[in-house]
């Protein structure tokens, strides 16, 4: 435990080589994660996590690198954890791989780190919660969480965020079906970015008519809300009634439309926290992060510590022959934790 | 267990009640359905199962659909398993909803069946998985299993299938993405459907080339076997060197390019069988199995009959105000389960 000691205090005295071994310790589950993670809890909850998810292609990563800039400018100090499900190996398309802005990658006020699925125990939505605790912990004012596409671990990851951004483009051609895949529901920001290019007007619509923000209300199609210049950032909100879905245009590339989402993006964590709403995502969020402990610890009693994978081994063969049934020999397993050592009681 | 031996009776007498009956018990994981489960087991493994992936908008469903024409004209039966992992709601989008051939629906030897993540105990591709077992122990020759979108969970599921298809379009124009994200290492066939529309060859020179066929072999570039018609069954294959996969064209709509694809499909389990590669698989899956029935009781064990909910709600206070890490209360909740009743043992 004395590495877990010394990374605490490199923690405690902002030391960036500290934070970035507290986070491989985390990332790779290696011994004494769970003991450093313990040891930062009470010192977790004072970022903003800000969930990036979107299509391949929708230009995630310049957006977040737009941000970054915005945020710095702020004096906020900002970290960024690139997420990538499916892929086995760092995925290429990430920020974390193409950034090379300098002003950006020498300022100690920003880290960014990528991560991929590599079997991470316990699945990669627990360990993303873990390594954002981490930079949490070291102090970072926002924590942006970006994942690539909309699947469910994106979906998971994207709503364990403070406030979720969703973030399409005109020529991807299902936004609706992006959509209709379950998005609707954690997405506090909808964004078209690239909306200078053909579409963007009326994936916005479409974006409108599936959050119903206009259903029975045709004429107010054309408000000004929805161009980057001159939309403003009150609208898509009435504190008394919950958050509406904000929906914003950007092009990312040429920085337009950017200070208004980080303003809609300020003015969402603002509502969160004064109607209550935050505190109650974030007991929910350890709610599930405990959860999702348990199963991991449970799960490495039967296949680590225990005797699972000898009885899984000589049991198979049966399976396979159809004389057993996967249902018997997993009881086999299970009764075996049960009886097994007592390391963790 | 009445229930649970009327149900055997009438999969061993092909009921077709009786099949729908036992699918919604395993699906929604009433009482009695891992014993269903595990008296079916030795009839499990003479389906061949396909699975069927891609994103939103690819025509999967009216790829399905042609399959299960092009199948039931070389009288064999299908059935299909149409998943939709982001959707908390029965998905509009897949051919279970959306099917209304009557040439197909009347037909006793074609079965449909929707799902959509409910909160599947244990996850959707187990009880994905467990469908298609009842649905091979009643005897279908072919079980498609169609899902939407390509995450990580997509992905386990299609790779739990014998022979996995991914359909890509022109414009999706993230072709080159969604491969990247993983799919390569799954997909034994690719095709690209609505392949009359514009950039269909430049997309399928896009998978060629992330397929590594033509590195260095440029002059192979526009051999016949991309277009619908002419497109040979055998050039795919070598088989003294493993499986090549496929890249074929079909416009779906028009049903070109769908005999082909069955060829290609049968050529795919011809080999993995001849090879001993569909034995692996085969036995690999049901080691998966296993170990997901194993976690999923283990699950049970604590949420659902131990006392794991009560000293979770006991202790989350406690977690929120940064008293108590969320480890610590996942320790004290993982003792309980080895101190707790012997219902399992």
């Known amino acids: ?10 923690i405690r005295d902002r030391n960036t080589p500290a934070l970035a071994k507290a986070v491989s310790l985390v990332e790779n589950a290696r011994d004494g994660y769970e003991a450093l993670l313990s040891e930062l809890h009470a010192t977790v909850g004072a970022a903003h996590r800000i969930g990036l998810t979107g299509p391949p292609g929708a230009g995630k990563s310049t957006l977040a690198e737009r941000l970054i800039l915005g945020y710095r400018t702020r004096g906020e100090t900002v970290a960024v954890v690139a997420v990538d499900p499916t892929s086995p190996f760092s995925g290429g398309a990430l920020l974390g ?18 991560m991929a699925a590599r079997g991470a125990l316990g699945g990669l939505a627990t360990t993303t919660t873990e390594v954002c605790d981490v930079l949490d912990a070291f102090g970072f ?6 994942t690539v596409g909309v699947g469910q671990s994106e979906l998971t ?11 399409l483009v005109p020529e ?29 007007e009326r994936l916005v619509q479409e974006v409108d008519v599936m959050l119903g923000l206009r259903s029975g209300n045709a004429y107010r199609r054309m408000t000004p809300h929805h161009s980057p210049r001159e939309m403003g950032v009150e609208s898509p909100v009435a504190a008394d009634e919950g958050w509406s879905p904000a929906v914003l245009t950007t092009v990312a ?12 993006v300020e003015q969402h964590y603002r509502y969160v926290t004064e109607s209550g709403e935050l505190d109650t995502r974030r007991r929910e969020r350890l709610a599930r992060h405990t959860r999702e402990v348990v199963e991991r610890n449970l799960s490495t009693m039967v296949w680590h510590e225990g005797e699972g994978e000898r009885i899984l081994a000589a049991g198979l063969e049966g399976v396979v022959q159809g004389e057993v049934s996967p249902y018997r020999l997993a009881q086999d397993i299970v009764a075996g934790i049960r009886k097994g050592g007592s390391a963790h009681e």
Not at 1 to 10: H, P, S
Not at 157 to 167: C, K, P, R
Not at 175 to 200: C, S, T, W
Request: hydrophobic content about 45%; proline content about 2%.
């Open 157 to 167: 990851i994207a709503a364990s965020a403070d406030t979720s951004v969703l973030v």
């Open 1 to 10: 435990m004395v590495e877990i000691d010394g990374l605490l205090q490199g």
């Open 141 to 146: 004012d926002r924590i942006l969480i970006e």
């Open 97 to 114: 791989d193409r950034i090379r802005m300098e002003s950006v990658t020498l300022d100690p006020g920003v880290y960014i780190r990528s």
């Open 172 to 200: 991807s051609g299902d936004g609706i079906q992006v959509l209709k895949a379950g998005v609707m529901e954690i997405a506090d920001i909808f964004v078209v970015n690239k909306a200078d290019r053909p579409g963007a």
């Open 253 to 264: 590339v040429k920085g337009e439309g950017v200070e208004q989402l980080i303003d809609t």
